[in-house]
């Protein structure tokens, strides 16, 4: 049984990769000519089973003179054609070229008016959108499926880790066939219709899998193997149904599965909170909390994408072809974080240092979404109702106010940021100021005993830790000391000290023994229990690796926060700058 399973898997893995490989070049292909052909940017309504196309978008560079059709208004023929389908793309198509002249025909309040057309070239702007839309897809289904890949190579036959695999690879295609905003006439060669029904089929299994992934990680739940083949029939009914609908009927039931979806993907994170709220140690909890901030702003918002799609999809398609792909860029952005924090929390390591990044990148792009909405909103508010109220058609006025709020974009988001720093972590802000405040004075300090004792007083008290113990290199020598007084067991040809010595981040020392990076000695691994030791801090300057701090566990008995391995980090650099001084001055 177990070589059946690695044999389909196998299987699974060249199918998947061979699909995304081709539909991505695809797209690529697509992209490529939308950016070099001659067009109208104009968008239209087009419908294979009507001869008329309703203008949903108008750019008045379109167009050699006035009349200049407007949103809403009915193309009746291009160059003497009707407006169906397939006269528009044998019109406008890889081979027009740009410059040329078609005359159109459109109804305005039911007249008729004729003007001419000029092909032009892509936007700037709409055309970086699509690049950015292809490159972010290609970097997630990459990212997926080399994650699934690599958890599968690894632990081929761990029934979690094939999970693990199965949902990358069903997200990946999720990803990968999601609607394209760029017509398939622009490829350079098609799939097969069937081949792509089969693979969107597949492609329903993922809520699925999101669910018994976290029925199996990080530890089995005794429901499910009690009751395996039960849960197995329930979780992979639904996908086993809508995916055979659409290969038989080429129809998708989008309110079925959106509940579908919605219902398992909600499951899945309930689960989620629920194995870190029981997790039995450190790791554990840091590898759930991982997976919840890396994944939750991507599914939770595509989720939310999908139902407003669903009853408000009249928006959508009113709004402007710039506004849907920023939308979609911005999902994609989000989902990118999806397979780096996989892939940390199934290797057990450094999953604090990325955690503390996803946040930090979140609330980034959080606040900057906020302010760039604000000031949107307001730069719409004053050019479409104050000018045109007041009688100014001039867009110099805009465009002077749109300019200011640029220069005060960056000075207000570091405001923002500064304030939602102090009120959500005021502890974290206070240690840094006593740090910043300490090793400021430090440095013209030569007092290398108490230095040492204040820092250590200091982190203790802003971090709760029992002691925090620094331990320096001898001189020009390879062994260390603890504080200059008592041997510890470390030489510089170490694997820990060259790990250390190779990257200025805070090293848990729980989550490099599991994760397998290095292996301690005897003598070493006693030295760190004796101390309860759970970060080392590694202090480096141009010179090398002037020492490490060892910091031990709280005493509160609760795991160190992403936040406060941030501050670490940047205290690292200040502290082997003083402590460099204080060796050179001693």
Known sequence: ??????????????????????????????????????????????????????????????????????????????????????NYFSIFNVDTPVGKELVITYLHNNETFTTTVVTRSIPVLMKLQVWVMVILRTLIVAGLILVGLWGFLKRRYSSPVRTLTLFCYTLALSLTVISPEIADVYASFQIPSFVLLLFMALAYFMPAFWLKLHMLFPARKSYYVKHRLFF??????????????LV??????????????????????ALLISNYRKAENFIEKRQTRLVLWGSAPGIMLSILFGW?????????????????????????????????????????????????????????????????????????????LILKHIGINSQTPTLILGLGLAFLFMPTQRKVKGRLEKHFYPERVRLRTLLKEFLSSSMVRAERDEFWRELEEKLIDGLSAERVYPVLRVGDKGNFVVEHEEPAPFDIRDEIVQRLENGDNPILIDELIASGKIVLSVEQEEWFIQRKSAILLPLITKSGLVGFLVISCKTTGEDFTAEELELLENLSAQTALVAENLELLG
């Open 1 to 86: 049984m177990k070589r059946f399973i690695l044999v389909m898997m196998i299987i699974a893995s060249f199918l998947i990769i061979c699909f995304s490989t081709a539909y991505i070049a695809r797209e690529f292909t697509k992209v490529n000519t939308f950016s070099s052909m001659g067009d109208m940017w104009s968008f239209l309504r087009l419908r294979e089973d009507s001869p008329f196309a309703r203008f949903a978008e108008v750019d008045i560079k379109d167009f050699k003179s006035p009349p200049y059709p407007e949103r809403g208004d009915i193309l009746v023929n291009i160059a003497g054609l009707p407006s169906t389908l397939e």
């Open 232 to 245: 197995n029939i329930i979780l992979f009914l639904p996908g086993i149904a809508f995916g055979s609908v």
């Open 248 to 269: 038989i009927t080429t129809k998708s039931m989008d309110l079925a599965a959106n509940i579908y979806q919605t219902l398992f993907l909600g499951l899945g994170y």
């Open 308 to 384: 407003f799609a669903q009853y408000f999809g009249y928006l959508l398609i009113q709004s402007t072809f710039v506004t849907r792909m920023l939308i979609s860029n911005i999902l994609f952005l989000l989902m990118l974080l999806i397979p780096i924090s996989l892939a940390y929390a199934f290797g057990k390591y450094k999953l604090l240092s990325v955690e503390a990044k996803l946040k930090r990148g979140t609330r980034f792009i959080a606040v900057n979404l906020f302010l760039l909405l604000i000031f949107i909103c307001f730069l719409y508010l004053f050019g479409d």
